[in-house]
């Protein structure tokens, strides 16, 4: 990289992260106008936006060629009191917690005392979820069943399509105009309210281009000021750019680069969404410019490049905005999901990558920082060069990109209901969550804890660690006669939580729907314009809901711990065991060494366990997948984990596949930490017996030492893995390449670590398996491959 | 009846012995003995129970300790069962099944029924061999084995002897044979430091094989250390010193001697 990336990359890594109230404050004053009294809700929030980049400082740092920040500097995190007002509590734990802090100041503590907790308190959409909800949601809530996305961040999770590069917010702008037109008060009841939501819409456009025009201004301005001629010029080009974009449809690269960048900062600004939002398909986007530019001689490679760098650091200066309560236990990361996707497959059906492509990979291996991050689709269509390369990437260790399997991303839109087109021009954002970009609005509304529900089943509805009845009675255990009357009571429990959180969900769905509507990411997602409706009320071509399930490992060990040894072996008792879970294990070491060591383990490609992994996830689906929610669309499932698993693992008691009390449950849909002891085949396999395509993502990491992946043949055997994971459907792989710190704990704790697989010689063993020496020299050579 | 035979492991996605992706059963019983042997529980032909050693192992339960049986009895159609679980890895890699040990062709009846199998099922063969087994055998195997990993370690006959415990006359002309009827062979020279890894015996070696017209791959096996670690671990006696394991830069001038001689080496597998 050259100079001037390198200095905008130890700037953006050496920012810290602070707290700004510059957003609260402002959002707060114009509400104090009145305004919002005398317009409808839709025209209070696009003024809001307005109100909010008309007065925002603007930002432009030393040698910068993307411009524009969400705060007043790299990692000023605006925060968002008209979703959840930060207590000054909170604020004293952001500020010194240790993992994860944002600095606040003493001005924003006074600004948050003085005027953001008066105006707010009690009026955020968090105050209004907590209202409107069941008492036994709350109690659900509380006991870790379950948690809820939107009671702090807004309903995002969705992507930009290929609009932005063909239109203008000109355009735009004469779509709103002419949906204004076509508005039938005669015969249309929803008139009036389409009216308001189109209004919203052009004054949100209007903002946007009103933002843009300030930063045009501040460039020149900078531009008279600068004495170095390069730069100056530089500065004027800037100036023109933002001049031209996002009023009109960009001509260049460049152009391309900073119009997404404003849109992506309206749409941050105007709420929080979860994830962030994301360009999505970004070398199919920027493809059509660079290749014309490259052929006209007006773009290199490298100018190309440094652009592309330039942009990436504008997404590592923007940290998620911090969080208050459990959300902050469950999801405790700077990271505000931001996927680039790289890859896949064209609308009509072709191997999309192209020369772009490898240059973002390039890109990414050399800027190595958290955000954003980055995925490869891979289909059956794509060159093994692409696949090839995002390994070579993986091996040097900093988990980007994780790969996903196109084809079967294909399937599960198709399944959901989207035609071929919207499909193959989607991916997957977030985490591994599969959407069809630039049309759904597909929420994550909250993780689910299966690991929980089956617990509250073993004490017939009770939760142990509160002594509360919270389920519903599903029968005594020590009646149970058989594995049939155990899975019938978890299913029964399942049931009751799953219709709580359902019900839960379409009252904060309508929440949303009317207090919070969202008029800006309204003009990016298809149909809303057309349809004359928000995107956070159902304005979208498609509505999905995602409830993520999560613990699948722990659950089917558990299931498949007690199936074997009560109900099978007859070994235990179910009462013994649950007796010996209620003590942690105390005193009964050698039950918990059988439940570990001679009980079969979901992740072995066994069929035994297999087998009640494929029950879990049909129960799961059956009772969530088609349910409608309250935007013309369903209710679907993903499974996927986050962090969550650290959370949900910490309301749990011990269970009967070993665990003890308090640790975490298995992540995503990888087997239980060290549980899975035949390698990374048996691993896939188990894997890929759940149908993937009918979720909206799954989520599977296999860790590997950074030798193994050293030479040439260690990478094509990992290509063929992947390869065949994807032939049996597999949605998602992440390979985590493990570092020496790593192999030192699994040394200290080897129950943790069984699955850990090294390279020995010409040959490679489970680590916790081989002598102190040995373990010795690879812990020495990891650390001498690692980067 | 169906054939049965003593194995002591069966592992998947093996990446090093071989194309593609592959499972490698380890047949139980060897009839050499090495001083370097990497796998010193698979010398006797019967399950036996090794005590671990709780010092050198660095497994944590008791669980584990218990286990240190090595070597079971297993049905082909156990073991079968197993490899076909990952025939898709195979068929997208273009990987197989890899019969090593001890020494696959000591159990031939047992070796016979699985290579069968495996043919009947379309999936491809290895086996990995000291060489020291009678000719008749070696002809039995021939049509179902589709690729033979032959080891070759110490030209000189005495050493040979006193190193391995066997004389080498019959591995040689085994390799002889297998190479005259145009056998798929890759030739494997374990490099132990100053035994086999010696330029003497490697050059040695490159004349011999350079008659043989159809052997022209060569894998050169750096010292590993597992076998000192196995026999700590299952606290076996163990003969000779501990080496060290060559580096790439050392490996480097018996690359280059190989492939003076025609041959298209690999190093590690």
Request: charged share 25%; aromatic share 8%; hydrophobic share 35%.
């Amino acid at each position: 990289m050259n100079d001037r990336i390198r200095q905008l990359r130890e700037q953006s890594l050496a920012a810290v992260p602070a707290i700004s109230l510059e957003r609260a404050r402002l959002l707060t004053e114009f509400y104090a106008t009145g305004i919002p009294e005398r317009v409808s809700i839709p025209l209070t929030r696009a003024q809001a936006v307005k109100h909010i980049l008309e007065h925002k400082s603007i930002c432009i740092n030393a040698g910068e060629l993307i411009v524009g920040e969400r705060g007043e500097m790299p990692k000023a995190t605006p925060t968002y009191p008209e979703i959840c007002t930060h207590t000054l509590r909170d604020f004293d734990v952001l500020d010194s917690r240790e993992k994860i802090p944002f600095k606040v100041s003493d001005d924003a503590r006074g600004i948050q005392r003085d005027l953001v907790i008066p105006f707010w308190s009690g009026r955020s959409i968090r105050d209004r979820i907590f209202e409107a909800v069941d008492p036994e949601w709350i109690v659900s809530y509380d006991a870790g069943i379950f948690t809820e996305f939107q009671e702090q961040r807004a309903p995002g999770h969705t992507v930009l399509d290929d609009k932005i590069y063909r239109l203008g917010f000109r355009d735009f702008k004469d779509a709103i105009k002419r949906s204004l037109g076509d508005l039938d008060f005669y015969g249309n009841p929803d008139a009036v309210g389409k009216r308001e939501e189109l209004k919203a819409m052009a004054i949100a456009a209007d903002a946007l281009v009103a933002y843009a025009a300030r930063h045009a201004d501040a460039l020149e301005r900078l531009a008279e000021n600068e004495s170095s001629g390069g730069r100056k010029t530089e500065l004027q080009q800037m100036a023109q750019i933002c001049q031209r974009v996002p009023t009109q449809a960009p001509q260049t690269f460049w152009e391309a680069l900073q119009y997404y960048w404003f849109v992506h900062l309206g749409v941050i600004t105007e709420l929080n969404t979860w994830d962030s939002f994301n360009p999505g398909r970004l070398d199919q986007h920027l493809w059509p410019f660079y290749r014309r530019e490259i052929e006209a001689g007006t773009l290199t490679k490298e100018r190309a490049r440094e652009l592309l760098q330039a942009f990436w650091i504008k997404f590592n200066n923007q940290p998620a905005p911090p969080k208050v309560g459990v959300t902050a236990e469950e999801s405790a990361t700077y990271t505000d999901f931001c996927l680039i996707n790289l890859g896949g497959v064209t609308e009509t059906g072709e191997d999309a990558s192209n020369d772009l492509t490898y240059l973002i990979l390039d890109v990414i291996e050399e800027m190595r920082i958290l955000q954003p991050s980055s995925m490869v689709q891979i289909s059956k269509k794509n060159p093994d060069r692409l696949l090839r390369r995002a390994l070579q990437i993986i091996k040097t260790g900093f988990g980007q990109p994780s790969l996903f399997n196109s084809d079967a991303i294909i399937q599960e839109l198709v399944r959901q209901g989207k035609s071929i087109a919207d499909a193959r021009n989607g991916g997957a954002s977030g985490c591994v969550e599969t959407g069809a970009f630039g049309k759904e609005s597909y929420i994550l509304t909250g993780y689910f804890n299966l690991v929980k529900v089956l617990e509250i089943a073993l004490h017939n509805g009770v939760d142990p660690r509160t002594g509360k009845s919270i389920g519903v009675e599903s029968g005594d255990p020590a009646g149970f006669s058989g594995f049939d009357d155990l899975f019938g009571a978890y299913r029964k429990q399942l049931k009751h939580f799953i219709d709580i959180k359902i019900k839960g969900n379409v009252i904060i769905e309508r929440l949303w729907a009317q207090y919070l509507p969202a008029p800006f990411l309204s003009i990016l997602i298809d149909d809303c314009v057309r349809r004359g409706k928000d995107y956070n009320d159902g304005g979208a071509r498609y509505n999905t809901s995602y409830i993520q399930g999560v613990g699948m490992g722990s659950i089917t060990d558990s299931l498949t711990a007690i199936k074997y040894n009560v109900f099978d072996k007859h070994s235990l008792s179910l009462s013994g065991l649950l007796a010996t879970l209620s003590n942690n294990f105390d005193g009964d070491g050698s039950v918990r060494q059988t439940l570990l060591h001679a009980t079969p383990k979901y992740g072995n490609d066994d069929n035994y366990p297999d087998d009640i992994a494929r029950m879990v996830f049909e129960s799961y689906f059956d009772l969530i997948d088609g349910r409608p929610n309250t935007k013309g669309g369903h209710f679907r499932i993903n499974l996927l984990p986050t962090t969550c698993h650290v959370y949900f693992g910490s309301v749990v008691g011990a269970t009967p596949d070993g665990r003890k009390a308090g640790e975490p449950v298995s992540e995503g849909i990888s087997p239980v930490q060290g549980a899975d002891r035949k390698g990374p085949t048996a691993v896939l396999k188990s894997a890929a017996k759940l149908d993937h395509v009918r979720t909206g993502g799954t989520l599977l990491n296999q860790k590997f030492t950074p030798e193994i992946l050293a030479d040439e043949n260690g990478l094509e055997k990992l290509l063929h893995l992947v390869r065949a994971y994807f032939r049996m459907d597999g949605h998602h792989l992440q390979f985590n390449v493990v570092s020496a710190e790593t192999l030192r704990a699994a040394q200290k704790d080897p129950d943790q670590h069984r699955d850990l697989i090294v390279r020995v010689a010409g040959y490679s063993d489970y680590f916790v398996d081989l002598g102190v020496a040995l373990q010795n020299e690879i812990i020495k050579r990891t650390e001498q491959c690692s980067i | 009846m169906s054939a049965s035979g003593i194995i002591f492991d069966l592992r998947k996605y093996c990446i090093h012995d071989g194309p593609g992706i592959r499972t490698t059963v380890f047949f139980k019983g060897c009839p050499l003995d090495c001083w370097w042997c990497h796998n010193p529980e698979s010398r006797h032909s019967l399950p036996e129970a090794m005590p671990v050693g709780s010092q050198a192992s660095n497994r944590a339960s008791d669980q584990d300790r218990r286990a240190a049986t090595i070597g079971c009895v297993v049905s082909v159609e156990h073991v079968m069962a197993q490899i076909v679980q990952d025939e898709i890895f195979y068929d997208q890699s273009g990987g197989g099944v890899t019969f090593s040990g001890g020494e696959p062709m000591m159990q031939i009846d047992f070796l016979m029924a699985l290579l069968a199998a495996c043919r009947n099922c379309g999936l491809r063969t290895a086996i990995d061999t000291c060489g020291y087994a009678l000719e008749e055998d070696f002809d039995r195997v021939y049509n179902l084995v589709d690729l033979f990993l032959f080891d070759l370690k110490i030209m000189d006959p005495a050493l040979h002897l006193e190193f391995t415990g066997v004389t080498n006359e019959l591995i040689h002309s085994n390799l002889a044979m297998l190479a005259s009827r145009g056998g798929n062979v890759t030739v494997r020279v374990p490099m132990i430091p100053d035994i086999t890894d010696t330029r003497e015996n490697l050059e040695a070696i490159c004349s011999f094989l350079e008659p043989l017209a159809n052997v022209r791959r060569v894998g050169l096996l750096p010292y590993n250390k597992l076998g000192e670690d196995k026999s700590l671990r299952y606290q076996l006696p163990r003969r000779g010193r501990r080496w060290e394991t060559q580096s790439p830069e050392e490996i480097s001038w018996r690359k280059g001697l190989f492939e003076s001689h025609g041959f298209s080496v690999t190093v590690g597998g």
